[in-house]
């Protein structure tokens, strides 16, 4: 795994966006620097989807910028966007959001055969994979005949096989009972921060956001409360 030593990995810069008349966001300003895990929580409708979207790559703001390292991504057209998505950042969804046909090491494979490796490089490097997360003897298993959490072990594992710079989560134990959840949160903090990956965490249980080095709070599409966390949960 490697670690990352330029900073800032993630910036949004008086980011703005709009549905019709619905003012999602209203000037988001963020600084993440390289290897943080960010928790981003907020009341239901305050922006936290569409700023990780916005972050991501996914959405274009209407005003404003996303820097990714010193890429200006707001700023890219769509298929440079879809490219520095796969090559760069990995997402780990709510509810896994694998392939049901394909095996977990299949699964996990799939970002680096998009990557552009051959299929028995990327089948060894995900199956390395599973076994860093426990799950050395579920790789022929498919998504179904797994648990919820092993599931989000294998989206893990799928979201950092290619070695992205950013992973963002999105409600990723929102589906977990909460024992699981808090072993999920586990993985994918300690695993970012080992490989140095910059993790965002959307959340709306503090508990989850309380595995994460820092916490950014939104309330009516702006940045409420900005404050260090411990690192541990509560
Ligand atoms: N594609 C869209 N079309 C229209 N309105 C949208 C769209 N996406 C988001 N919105 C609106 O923008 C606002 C912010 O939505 P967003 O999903 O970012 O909030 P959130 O904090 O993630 O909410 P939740 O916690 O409920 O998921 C809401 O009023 C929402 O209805």
């Not at 810069?13 to 709009?18: A, D, F, L, N, Q």
């Not at 009341?43 to 820097?67: F, M, N, Q, R, Y």
């Not at 998009?114 to 298993?141: I, K, M, Q």
């Not at 005949?145 to 893990?156: F, L, P, W």
Request: a neutral charge; proline letters at 5%.
């Amino acid at each position: 795994m490697r670690t990352r030593t330029t900073t800032p990995a993630l910036a949004a810069r008086g980011v703005s966006k709009s549905f019709g008349r619905v003012r999602a966001l209203a000037g988001v300003d963020i600084d993440i620097p390289a290897g943080q895990s960010v928790a981003i929580m907020g009341p239901s409708g305050s922006g936290k989807s569409t700023l990780l979207h916005c972050l991501a790559g996914i959405l274009v703001p209407d005003s404003g910028e996303v820097h990714l390292g010193d890429v200006a991504v707001s700023g890219l057209p769509d298929a440079r966007r879809s490219r520095l998505r796969r090559e760069q950042l990995g997402f780990v969804f709510q509810d896994g959001q694998l392939l049901p046909e394909l095996s977990a090491r299949e699964n996990v494979a799939l970002a680096l055969l998009l990557n552009g490796s051959s299929r028995g490089a990327a089948l060894r490097t995900a199956g390395e994979w599973l076994e860093r997360l426990g799950l050395s003897g579920a790789g022929d298993r498919r998504p179904g005949e797994m648990s919820g959490g092993q599931a989000q072990r294998v989206a893990i594992a799928r979201a950092m096989v290619h070695s992205p710079a950013v992973v963002f989560a999105d409600e990723p134990t929102g589906a977990l009972d909460q024992a699981t959840g808090h072993e999920v949160m586990q993985i994918l903090t300690t695993t970012a921060a080992m490989a140095g990956t910059t993790l965002v965490v959307v959340t709306h249980d503090l508990q989850v956001a309380g595995w994460c080095s820092r916490l950014v709070e939104l309330r009516d599409a702006m940045v409420h409360a900005d404050r260090p966390l411990t690192g541990e949960p509560r």
